[in-house]
């Protein structure tokens, strides 16, 4: 049920994010772009969330390679916004071996 929701709240994500690239070259103002590149950045973030809550229900039950510097950044998309002040910004996270791990294991 929650991957039929998750599937359902994407399509309009994914309409949503063609509209503002479509809509981007008819904003004049550095005011006006300035609030299209966050509506696009809290547009990227919602459906980050819904995607990856479509990837838990496509589960593999073996065991797969995990970047966990890749895990790290995506946290850091999701959170990042509450966590940190306005106008800061987090590093990248170094590079680090993959990890032998189960999809949705906690």
Not at 32 to 44: I, Q, W, Y
Not at 74 to 85: G, R
Not at 87 to 94: E, L, N, P, R
């Amino acid at each position: 049920m929650a991957a039929t929701i998750a599937h359902e709240i994407n399509n309009p994500l994914e309409a949503l994010t063609n509209l503002l690239y479509l809509l981007r070259p008819k904003i004049a103002d550095e005011e006006g772009r300035a609030f299209l590149a966050t509506a696009e950045d809290e547009l990227g973030r919602v459906s980050h969330i819904a995607k990856q809550t479509l990837g838990y229900y496509r589960e593999n039950a073996a065991a797969s390679l995990a970047s966990l510097s890749s895990i790290a950044e995506h946290a850091l998309t999701i959170y990042e916004p509450a966590v940190l002040p306005p106008a800061s910004s987090c590093a990248g996270f170094s590079t680090v071996k993959p990890a032998s791990c189960f999809a949705g294991a906690k």
